[in-house]
């Protein structure tokens, strides 16, 4: 069983900054990538950002060098430093990892539960 815990949503007005970490535990070996997906009201869940288990980063365009992602390997934790946010950023946020269980050993993705940023204007 492997849980992935969100937390640093909130609101903000537009141009200020928000923190979100996720943290994974539970049975596991590893982690290969983890990420964050936003949905917004009515639109799909879609990719924001992805970082490999070595540090390679994948941005949406739209994020791109105001969106930052990181991670802790030690802590099987990634985290979104979010900057210069508008309020087409609103939307509820989801933190996923691929992730290597020992009982049973398998390798699968799991999901958060989701936090709501949402940016004023």
């Known amino acids: 069983q492997v849980q992935l815990v969100e937390s640093g949503g909130g609101l903000v007005q537009a141009g200020g900054s928000l923190r979100l970490s996720c943290a994974a535990s539970?049975?596991?070996?590893?982690?290969?990538?983890m990420g964050w997906y936003q949905q917004a009201p009515g639109k799909q869940r879609e990719m924001v950002a992805d970082?490999?288990?070595?540090?390679?980063?994948t941005y949406e365009d739209s994020v791109k060098g105001r969106f930052t992602i990181s991670r802790d390997n030690a802590k099987n934790t990634v985290y979104l430093q979010m900057n210069s946010l508008k309020p087409e950023d609103t939307a509820v946020y989801y933190c996923?990892?691929?992730?290597?269980?020992?009982?049973?050993?398998?390798?699968?993705?799991?999901w958060g539960q989701g936090t709501q940023v949402t940016v004023s204007s």
């Open positions: 539970g049975s596991i070996v590893s982690v290969k990538n």
């Open positions: 970082i490999t288990s070595s540090g390679t980063t």
């Open positions: 996923y990892g691929v992730v290597v269980t020992h009982t049973p050993l398998n390798v699968g993705s799991y």
